[in-house]
């Protein structure tokens, strides 16, 4: 089992930046892909980036490339998002998730989820 508790949502301003947490337990991370999914209101949940714990290699969706990036830290079993530059669309509910042998942008293939953290972004 792996535990994810995410962390950093708030209420920020349009062109607005925050640093979103997600603290992992439970379990060695080591072949495991850590994600970063977003839902709206009345929305499906979306990919937003990605990251492989071994190797540290990204991935992210073209709507955030360039104002968001994602990071892990070994040592401390945890993952980040910068999001910067935020606009009024990323306003949604973000998910950390872990899991092995994923298909990286289908949530439907990650094992593990954190309870998620509300960001929004007024105008």
């Known amino acids: 089992q792996v535990q994810l508790v995410e962390s950093g949502g708030g209420l920020v301003q349009a062109g607005g930046s925050l640093r979103l947490s997600c603290a992992a337990s439970?379990?060695?991370?080591?072949?495991?892909?850590m994600g970063w999914f977003r839902q709206a209101p009345g929305k499906e949940r979306e990919f937003v980036a990605a990251?492989?714990?071994?190797?540290?290699?990204?991935y992210a969706t073209d709507s955030v490339k360039g104002r968001f990036t994602i990071s892990r830290d070994n040592a401390g079993n945890s993952v980040y998002l910068q999001v910067n530059s935020l606009k009024p669309e990323d306003t949604a509910v973000y998910y950390c998730?872990?899991?092995?042998?994923?298909?990286?942008?289908?949530?439907?293939?990650?094992?593990?989820w954190g309870q998620g953290t509300q960001v929004t972004v007024s105008s």
């Open positions: 998730a872990a899991g092995r042998g994923v298909i990286i942008r289908d949530h439907t293939t990650y094992a593990y």
């Open positions: 990251i492989t714990w071994s190797g540290g290699s990204t």
């Open positions: 439970g379990r060695t991370l080591g072949s495991y892909v």
